[in-house]
């Protein structure tokens, strides 16, 4: 039986090499708390060994954190590469610097990868 799950707030802003630029533990308002050390190994973690590939995951806001170009479409890309199943992302607040239409269209090869207005 698929399941559905809920992913929000990852803030994430990869590089071409796959390296964060602004990882969220060493942001001023984030540095020395807890629950953002090792968040991208949880996510990695999670998505990899709890969601299968038949179950859906709703990404919803904040993917990237204030982040353009190619910077969304490499965090889409780990995302893909790093939970399994089918993902349906919307836009949040700090997802602002970038167009669905564009992004759907530098993003069309990756798999299972569903971006909503």
Same mark, same amino acid.
């Given at each position: 039986?698929? *399941? @559905? =799950?809920?992913?929000?707030?990852?803030?994430?802003?990869? #590089?071409?090499?796959?390296?964060?630029? *602004?990882? +969220?533990?060493?942001? *001023? =308002?984030?540095i020395k708390a807890w629950t953002y050390e090792g968040y991208? #190994?949880?996510?990695?973690?999670?998505?990899?060994?709890?969601? @299968?590939?038949? #179950?859906?995951?709703?990404?919803?806001?904040?993917?990237?954190?204030? +982040?353009?170009? *190619?910077?969304?479409?490499?965090?889409?890309? =780990?995302?893909?590469?790093?939970?399994?199943?089918?993902?349906?992302? &919307?836009?949040?607040?700090? #997802?602002?610097? =970038?167009?669905?239409?564009?992004?759907?269209?530098? &993003? @069309?090869?990756?798999?299972?990868?569903?971006?909503?207005?």
């Amino acid at each position: 039986m698929s *399941k @559905a =799950w809920h992913i929000s707030d990852v803030h994430l802003s990869f #590089d071409e090499h796959y390296k964060p630029i *602004k990882p +969220m533990n060493l942001r *001023k =308002w984030s540095i020395k708390a807890w629950t953002y050390e090792g968040y991208l #190994d949880r996510i990695s973690t999670f998505g990899l060994n709890t969601i @299968a590939d038949e #179950d859906v995951t709703f990404l919803t806001g904040d993917i990237v954190h204030d +982040m353009r170009g *190619k910077v969304v479409e490499q965090s889409l890309r =780990w995302l893909s590469q790093n939970i399994r199943g089918t993902k349906v992302v &919307c836009r949040g607040n700090h #997802d602002k610097g =970038w167009e669905v239409g564009q992004m759907r269209l530098d &993003c @069309a090869n990756i798999p299972n990868l569903f971006l909503l207005d």
